[in-house]
């Protein structure tokens, strides 16, 4: 009987094929959209946690322990001392193959009588444009050389102290031994990455410019490195620990990889919690429209079970039979909706998508978040593990949809049936 | 009924005591702080010694002042600050930076920038040329001793709504008529600075502090002694002392 069960449910979804089809569409559509959308999620907490390791964090970073303490007011001189030497040791460990070191500070800026506060970043202008395409960013004048009086300053903050690209701008700072000191440098281009925090406050300079005004000698406040694998990053960290030990100032250097970056810290499960929310409304849109559609389609054949009812089915069997149909409905829509979701979401992460385009220039500057600079565009992040589930989530909606009205059949004798008929 | 003009009555008791008390009214304490800080001129030696997070930094200046309106400092020491020259006439700062050979003129906000790596701002260095009694409003508290010295103990408050220091304690030595201990907060009530004076010197009939400490409350294990190691008054000031080009000037 129960196989027979399985033939008639098979002929039962066929027998109203516009039905079905609308049924199948809505369970497929909608494992597609989760498939999707979890990956593009996915793709946009990747993007801004790169888009935070390339420009701040780096795979693994060298610090000065007070520094990191009092990160908050930017204390000049906690410094990791003699970059050379430590780039040296850092080079031979295996799987390094970047060494990025940073000076920040804050600094008045004057030119005539318009004065700023700004934060200066000095770096080497080569490799920090090979890890985050910061020329690109450059909409006015040129980008940075290796070393000489210049700097590139953000647009906003270029507004606020009213000068162009060739002015001249007057940086004073204290430095490291708390004497005040100032020099003159060239606007050589004017930055806009649409990340406001940038454009209102950053200006960049040349690490050796960033080192004489500081009066600090060869030495910098992070040394960020990048790896081969970012995965081993605390492996690679502790193998960093053991090459520094020779260092004279070993105590001052603390090596940290990103995994354990305060920062990252905080911010991760931040946008997790968010992105999962948002992620949680759209399963909730995505399971309502299943169930709405699952639902209609057993109701409107209480008719037809009255009929069997009386035909002499028994109870189970309806029961199993509408179960069965849903399971059959369920299965095959999410099944499509996997094949078609998955082979497109994983495109996507190939070719990426064009963000820029799609929200237009100007939403951008809204949303002030460190994402845009990285993800113009944004490129999903597809697995297998997203497949599974959303196939999962599809058919266990769809069965769920259905056993309110297979309950409701089981209470329900032929008469009544036939009176519910609804007329669609 | 009775309860209640009993009550009234004590009430009064103790307003006529409080009022009866030898206290001089809190205006004129500030007017003679004010007086006592006038001069026509004067030449000073002094030097600053910044500790900050157990490191001791000296630096060595001179300074030309007329009246509270005009001052002309330059750093001597330590190396990197040798030739820094300040300018300040009232409210405005310029700063010469001789490795820059250009001037910043400062205004405003930022003249809440330390000064020289201090823990004094440029706007505590120009403060003196505003007197206290136009810009607060103030309120003797009480009295108490300060290292032996008997002092009124005053709260004052800013009339000006964007004032740095908008709430002001003042130790004022009773005798002297000179502030020995100051804390100055923000309008939120947090304490920005602590002020102490620990040395006076009196020449000719006039209270003079030569040493004071300054702690800014928002950086970390900070303090600053100023310490004026010559002080002449009335003495002739070079002509074009207080100009842009003296600024300049090799």
């Given at each position: ?18 039905r079905?089809v ?26 801004a ?67 700023e506060?700004?934060i ?22 040129r ?6 009086r ?14 162009a690209?060739d ?53 910098a ?5 990048f ?19 020779g260092?004279?100032?070993?105590g ?13 810290g ?7 919690d ?15 429209v ?18 069997m ?9 309806v029961?199993v039979m ?18 078609l ?7 996507l ?26 993800a ?38 032929p ?10 | ?6 009550f ?17 009214g809190?205006?004129d ?16 030696e002094?030097?600053?010694?910044i ?21 002309f ?5 330590p ?29 405003g ?17 120009t403060?003196?040329?505003k ?10 508290k ?14 004052l ?5 964007k004032?740095?220091y908008?709430t002001?304690?003042?130790?004022v ?7 020995l ?14 002020m ?18 300054l702690?800014?409350?928002l ?25 842009e ?6």
């Amino acid at each position: 009987m129960i196989k027979n069960i399985f033939k008639l449910s098979w002929r039962n979804i066929w027998r109203n094929k516009r039905r079905t089809v609308i049924t199948f569409l809505a369970v497929a559509v909608g494992v597609m959209t989760l498939i999707f959308m979890q990956s593009y999620i996915n793709g946009i907490m990747n993007s801004a946690t790169d888009a935070m390791v390339k420009l701040d964090i780096g795979h693994i970073k060298l610090v000065n322990p007070e520094y990191l303490r009092l990160k908050r007011i930017m204390p000049k001189e906690y410094m990791v001392p003699d970059i050379d030497r430590v780039t040296a040791a850092v080079n031979r460990v295996k799987g390094v193959d970047m060494v990025d070191p940073r000076i920040r500070f804050n600094v008045l800026l004057s030119h005539g009588n318009d004065n700023e506060i700004g934060i200066a970043v000095g770096m080497d202008p080569p490799l920090v444009d090979d890890n985050i395409q910061l020329s690109h960013q450059v909409t006015e004048g040129r980008y940075l050389e290796r070393d000489g009086r210049e700097l590139i300053i953000g647009r906003k903050l270029a507004e606020k102290l009213n000068v162009a690209v060739d002015d001249e701008l007057l940086l004073i700072t204290t430095d490291i031994n708390y004497s005040s000191y100032a020099l003159a440098f060239k606007i050589v281009g004017i930055f806009e990455t649409g990340y406001s925090y940038m454009d209102k406050y950053l200006l960049f300079l040349p690490l050796p410019q960033a080192q004489t005004m500081l009066d600090c000698g060869n030495a910098a406040h992070e040394v960020l490195l990048f790896i081969d694998d970012p995965e081993r990053a605390v492996a690679v960290a502790g193998e960093i620990r053991t090459a520094l030990a020779g260092h004279p100032q070993a105590g001052d250097i603390e090596v940290i990889p990103w995994q354990q970056d305060e920062l990252l810290g905080e911010l991760v499960p931040m946008m997790q919690d968010i992105w999962g929310a948002i992620m949680k409304i759209i399963m909730l849109i995505v399971g309502l429209v299943i169930l709405n559609t699952m639902l209609m389609t057993v109701m409107e054949r209480f008719h037809e079970i009255g009929v069997m009812k009386a035909l002499g089915f028994k109870n189970l069997e309806v029961f199993v039979m509408i179960m069965v149909e849903a399971a059959y409905i369920g299965v095959i829509g999410a099944l499509v909706g996997g094949a078609l979701g998955g082979p497109l979401s994983a495109w996507l992460e190939k070719t990426g998508i064009d963000v820029t385009k799609m929200l237009g220039e100007g939403l951008m500057e809204k949303f002030d978040i460190p994402i845009p600079m990285l993800a113009k565009i944004l490129y999903p992040d597809f697995s297998l593990a997203i497949l599974i589930h959303a196939i999962v989530f599809g058919v266990i909606v769809a069965l769920i949809a259905v056993l309110y009205p297979a309950i409701k059949s089981l209470r329900m004798s032929p008469v009544e049936a036939f009176r519910s008929e609804l007329k669609v | 009924m009775k309860r209640t003009i009993l009550f009234t009555a004590l009430l009064g008791l103790l307003w006529l005591f409080t009022g009866a008390q030898d206290t001089p009214g809190a205006e004129d304490i500030l007017e003679k702080i004010d007086e006592n800080m006038v001069f026509d001129t004067a030449y000073v030696e002094a030097e600053m010694r910044i500790t900050i997070r157990n490191r001791l930094i000296t630096k060595t200046f001179t300074s030309f002042s007329q009246g509270n309106e005009k001052s002309f400092l330059e750093f001597l020491s330590p190396a990197r600050d040798r030739g820094t020259k300040i300018l300040k006439i009232e409210e405005i700062v310029q700063i010469y930076y001789p490795s820059a050979e250009r001037i910043l003129r400062l205004s405003g906000h930022l003249l809440r920038q330390s000064m020289m790596g201090s823990d004094f701002s440029y706007e505590d260095m120009t403060e003196r040329s505003k007197k206290l009694r136009e810009e607060y409003r103030a309120e003797v508290k009480g009295r108490e001793e300060i290292d032996g010295r008997p002092c009124w103990v005053m709260e004052l408050v800013s009339r000006l709504p964007k004032q740095t220091y908008f709430t002001r304690k003042v130790w004022v030595d009773s005798e002297r008529y000179l502030g020995l201990r100051e804390e100055l907060y923000a309008k939120s009530g947090k304490l920005l600075k602590v002020m102490t004076v620990d040395e006076i010197k009196t020449t000719r009939n006039r209270f003079y502090p030569v040493k004071v400490t300054l702690e800014d409350k928002l950086r970390e294990n900070s303090r600053t002694e100023m310490i004026i190691t010559r002080i002449d008054f009335d003495v002739p000031v070079p002509e074009g002392t207080f100009s842009e080009r003296n600024l300049m000037r090799k």
